[in-house]
Nanobody, 126 residues
Framework: QVQLVESGGGLVQVGGSLRLSCAAS????????MGWFRQPPGKEREFVAA????????YYADSVKGRFTISRDNGKNTVYLQMNRLKPEDTAVYYC???????????????????WGKGTLVTVSS
């Protein structure tokens, strides 16, 4: 049974930084791509970032490009999202997700993800 557990959310001021982590278990983590999504209050879930099985390829939503960095440590079965220069519009519940693919060629669709964590709340205050 695949499990994804996010951590690292919290309250941060505008311009601050946070690093989210997602610990995976239940299958061979290093074989699969991983993604981060977020759901702002009152809005639909949206794609944030994705990383290929070996970390060699990444993809970002335009809204976070240049501010967020996705990375992974296959030895620790963990994917990270480093978030810098945070803005109020980054406030959301952040989810990590995965499917059975390994390559990243563009944005991921939430409809295609097979596994989800429960999310971690990030609040950016002004």
């Amino acid at each position: 049974q695949v499990q994804l557990v996010e951590s690292g959310g919290g309250l941060v001021q505008v311009g601050g930084s946070l690093r989210l982590s997602c610990a995976a278990s239940g299958r061979t983590f290093s074989q699969y791509r991983m993604g981060w999504f977020r759901q702002p209050p009152g809005k639909e879930r949206e794609f944030v970032a994705a990383i290929s099985w070996n970390g060699g390829r990444t993809y970002y939503a335009d809204s976070v490009k240049g501010r967020f960095t996705i990375s992974r440590d296959n030895g620790k079965n963990t994917v990270y999202l480093q978030m810098n220069r945070l803005k109020p519009e980054d406030t959301a519940v952040y989810y990590c997700a995965s499917d059975s693919q390994s390559i990243v060629g563009g944005p991921l669709s939430s409809r295609d993800m097979d596994y989800w964590g429960k999310g971690t709340l990030v609040t950016v205050s002004s």
